[in-house]
């Protein structure tokens, strides 16, 4: 799974009184210099489950992009972003290696110059995301790696409704921005949110393994997500 790109997510919630400007901004400006910079993709959640408010997901080539002049710019010839800052907060920037991943879809890249911010997929590319944030003792992270493999992914892609699923786990920390999330992973994109209440997902979560693996797993997040950019 080497050669599949870092999945870079950023959470934030927004005041009220910029959220306007600042989603603007966000699907102009800002997504259009970090193409520029190099970034694969850039696809934006808001949360109808789970906090903070927005989920942002973008696809990196590598880590090191992040150490970039080009990625550095981004920051310092942008004199619109900073004026909303004021508004943000729970702040959180995560990257993660992909290490267990079904029916994905191919993340482009070879692109024409410039980038069109409208046109921003990547591999990412339903409405819907279910996320599950977690930590785990290392004394079981590869048999969180192994249920996810052999078990669980597979059970849950016979979900009527489920795309495709991740499991990462945390790759590095961003240069500026501070992680205030768990150490891995799971993304599941889906074509309907109402699959979450499929018995068969309640069936994949109720197995002698499952059973095992929620009692080792510790800060569990779930969040679920509707895409708002690209619409």
């Known amino acids: 799974m080497s050669d599949l790109p870092i999945i870079y997510t950023i959470r934030l919630d927004m005041q009220d009184e910029i959220s306007e400007e600042a989603n603007l901004w966000n699907n102009t400006r800002h997504i259009s210099d970090l193409l520029g910079s190099g970034f694969l993709s850039a ?8 906090e903070p408010q927005y989920l942002h997901l973008y696809e990196l080539p590598n880590i090191d992009l992040l150490s970039t002049q080009a990625y550095k710019n981004v920051r310092i010839n942008d ?3 900073p004026k909303l800052s004021h508004g943000f907060s729970n702040h959180s920037a995560s990257l993660y290696n992909q290490l267990v991943t079904a029916n994905i879809a191919d993340t482009p890249r070879d692109f024409e110059e ?4 409208a046109r921003s997929m990547g591999a990412v590319q339903s409405n819907y995301l279910i996320t599950i944030r977690m930590d785990v003792s290392p004394e079981n992270a590869d048999q969180l790696v192994r249920w996810h493999q052999d078990e669980h992914i597979p059970m849950m892609m016979k979900v009527p409704g489920f795309r495709s699923a991740r499991l990462g786990r945390r790759a590095g920390l961003h240069p500026r921005t501070p992680c205030l999330d768990p150490e891995w992973i799971a993304i599941y994109e889906l074509d309907d949110p109402d699959a979450i209440a499929h018995p068969d997902v309640k069936a994949a979560n109720s197995t002698e393994w499952a059973q095992r693996m929620h009692a080792a797993t510790t800060d569990v997040r779930l969040g679920l997500h509707q895409r708002i950019h690209p619409a």
């Open 114 to 117: 410039p980038r069109d911010p």
């Open 79 to 81: 004199d619109w972003g």
């Open 43 to 50: 696809v934006r959640f808001r949360s109808l489950k789970g």
